[in-house]
């Protein structure tokens, strides 16, 4: 089965925006809110043209960066774009059983046409009556 899925706008790289906790307030690291908040738009989009059809495994999965400019880190993207991927269930998960293969690549584009275009190729899982 092949799907292509376009996502329009930047992409933040999570890998890179993680803060440090401050006051007190618990241990370790955590994602600012404004970052949070553009994954959980993404993750709303991917679910939204996937249709709640069953997730893929075994995938093959290319990312087509547009981007504006060259300063940006495609395997940093590509991470957290399938980590999105999971949690809106168009990937079964992010192990090398579910996916086999990533490939990124880019295109510069004008600041209006910024986004990513996503080629996933697998076999869904299998439903549980």
Request: with cysteine; net charge positive; charged share 20%.
């Amino acid at each position: 089965m092949t799907s292509k899925l376009h996502v329009p706008g930047p992409v933040p790289n999570k890998k890179d925006n993680y803060a440090p906790r401050r006051g007190g307030k618990g241990k370790g690291l955590y994602i600012p809110s404004d970052i949070q908040r553009a994954l959980n738009s993404i993750q709303l989009i991917l679910q939204n043209k996937w249709q709640r059809q069953p997730p893929l495994t075994g995938a093959s999965v290319d990312f087509r960066f547009l981007l504006a400019n060259v300063r940006h880190d495609l395997d940093g993207m590509g991470a957290t774009l399938q980590d999105c991927l999971v949690n809106a269930k168009v990937l079964a998960g992010d192990s090398v059983l579910h996916v086999r293969e990533n490939h990124y690549s880019f295109d510069l584009v004008p600041k209006h046409k910024v986004g990513v275009e996503i080629t996933l190729i697998g076999e869904p899982i299998p439903e549980v009556a």
